[in-house]
């Protein structure tokens, strides 16, 4: 049955982080985002965009995506009635990249789509998982800081840690931490701070029992991870690399990659994160969820998405209080020993406390205005 947008509201959300996440590429010190509500058949969908302010993690800005949407995509879908989510990414498709701001429409759409159904996001996306298991990414600090927040972590029974590293700050720290904690799940997730040229960093941090290094060679550069997977015996797992199936296809014929992490925004939703899933799961490659410090919204459809069975590892979706004093939904999304429950209900499950919302609103659009 087709489904008609009648309205949309699109919002940017300012809200600060409790600790500071300093990545390879600079430090985070607030979730900027845009918040997008698309309103047909009496229901509402919610999509959350997951751009930085520059392009400094993928080549998406918060300004560019916030044009687009405005000028473009929004206009091309409001009053329309699509079939299905695919039909409605078909209608998008013709632009060129601008994942992560065709994903915010793509995957509001899913919720609303999913609720006019009455049935839950993971049934409609075909998973079946009650709960998920988790890890939680742990940023670059001083040693003693890393220490502690491992600890912590591993006492709350996350399901696998992985510490961001850099350039002088990589072997040191993944060192002290495997000895510390011998048996735990482990990973490093590099940003793309590396190139070839740092082989001997690679070949150092091939000893400690890694389940992966993340992105350690340049956003786009698939060919260079292939050369280094040749090298290593630690699985290399792509994230910037991967926005779309095509790119998973390259990557995986041509080795660059053991494990994918698949972000539902970076690749433009959920269709395509599917895609992925299956086309991995055809190599017998597993995926995990990875995330961008979302809140509750786009934290609510990460969940659903790792219901389904190929999403084999931990991902990255933790506790919503570990980033947040208060996020923008009513319903608490929190980890108990390293599962997130799946949110019941239709949709995506989780409603937003409009209130709060309205306090970390920077700015407000309706379409039709
Ligand atoms: O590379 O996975 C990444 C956060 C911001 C930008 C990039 C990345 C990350 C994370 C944090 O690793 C994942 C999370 O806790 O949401
Ligand atoms: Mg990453």
């Not at 988790?134 to 912590?152: C, F, K, N, T, Y």
């Not at 590396?194 to 060679?217: H, K």
């Not at 040749?230 to 699985?235: N, P």
């Not at 991902?315 to 208060?326: E, I, K, P, Q």
Request: with cysteine.
């Amino acid at each position: 049955m087709p489904l008609k947008i009648d309205s949309a509201e699109l919002r940017v959300v300012r809200l600060p982080l409790l600790t500071p996440f300093t990545i390879a590429t600079g430090t985070m010190h607030e979730k900027l985002f845009p918040l997008l509500v698309l309103k047909g058949n009496g229901v509402e969908g919610y999509g959350e965009g997951v751009m930085d302010p520059y392009p400094d993690y993928l080549d998406e800005s918060l300004a560019g995506a916030m044009d687009l949407l405005r000028a473009v995509l929004l206009p091309q879908v409001i009053g329309k009635s699509f079939d299905n989510p695919e039909a409605l990414a078909q209608h998008l498709s013709p632009w060129r990249g601008f994942t992560m701001a065709r994903a915010c429409i793509e995957m509001a759409f899913w919720d609303l789509w999913a609720k006019s159904l009455d049935l839950p996001l993971k049934t409609v996306l075909g998973g079946s998982k009650s709960e998920i298991e988790v890890g939680v990414s742990l940023g670059i600090a001083p040693l003693d800081v890393v220490m502690e927040r491992v600890a912590q972590h591993v006492a709350l029974g996350y399901r696998r840690i992985k510490l961001k590293i850099m350039p002088g700050h990589d072997v040191a720290i993944v060192a002290a931490v495997r000895k510390a904690f011998p048996d735990i799940h482990l990973t490093v997730d590099a940003n793309s701070a590396y190139t070839l040229a740092d082989a001997d960093v690679m070949m150092a941090l091939d000893d400690f029992a890694l389940d992966y290094i993340e992105q350690p060679l340049a956003w786009d550069d698939i060919h260079d991870h292939a050369e280094l997977q040749k090298r290593m015996k630690t699985a290399i797992c792509l994230d910037e690399c991967i926005r779309s199936v095509a790119d998973a296809r390259k990557a995986l014929a041509s080795g660059a990659a053991r494990v994918i992490n698949i972000k539902a925004g970076r690749v433009g939703g959920h269709l395509e994160s599917r895609r992925v899933h299956d086309l991995c799961a055809a190599w017998s490659v597993p995926v995990w969820c990875g995330g961008m410090l979302e809140a509750g919204i786009g934290r609510a459809h990460n969940i659903h998405l790792s219901a389904l069975a190929n999403f084999r590892k931990p991902g990255d979706t933790s506790s919503a209080s570990r980033y947040f004093a208060r996020d923008i939904t009513n319903e608490k999304l929190e980890t108990k020993d390293g599962l997130m429950p799946v949110p019941a209900g239709a949709g995506i499950g989780v409603t937003l406390d409009w209130a709060y919302l309205d306090r970390v609103t920077e700015s407000r659009e309706r379409f039709p205005a």
